[in-house]
């Protein structure tokens, strides 16, 4: 932990902001999973906020290494591999859940009974 004190003081707060940042993000996805009601609204929540909440942690973890001068690619690596299958994941997740007919909180909106597809309403003008 010493080789983290050693760095500059704007490398410092920069890495602590993006950590800050991931974390409050990765919490608010984390309080959506058991908090949210049924699960598509379940679903949505960690998909999209861990996502960013490990994107900045990863962010402040390639701050801090090439600030040291060793730049390496890892971390990149590893957030092209969360930002890819994430979504995916969701994706499939929901269409299963479609598939089997899962129960619905009733304020959630299914568009598959109104034609199967989303219709859009267009406005007058």
């Avoid at 859940?97 to 034609?115: C, I, S, V, W």
């Amino acid at each position: 932990m010493d080789v983290l004190n050693e760095l500059p003081l704007w490398s410092q707060y920069l890495i602590g902001f993006f950590i800050l940042l991931g974390s409050i993000f990765a919490f608010i996805g984390s309080l959506g999973l058991a908090v949210l009601p049924d699960f598509f609204t379940r679903l949505h929540a960690p998909t999209k906020n861990t996502t960013l909440g490990i994107g900045g942690i990863v962010i402040a973890s390639i701050i801090a290494t090439s600030v040291q001068g060793s730049v390496t690619l890892s971390e990149l690596l590893i957030a092209i591999f969360l930002f890819l299958t994430a979504p995916i994941s969701a994706h499939i997740m929901a269409k299963a859940a479609l598939h089997t007919e899962l129960k619905m909180f009733h304020r959630t909106r299914d568009y598959r009974q109104e034609g199967d597809t989303y219709e859009h309403k267009k406005a007058d003008s």
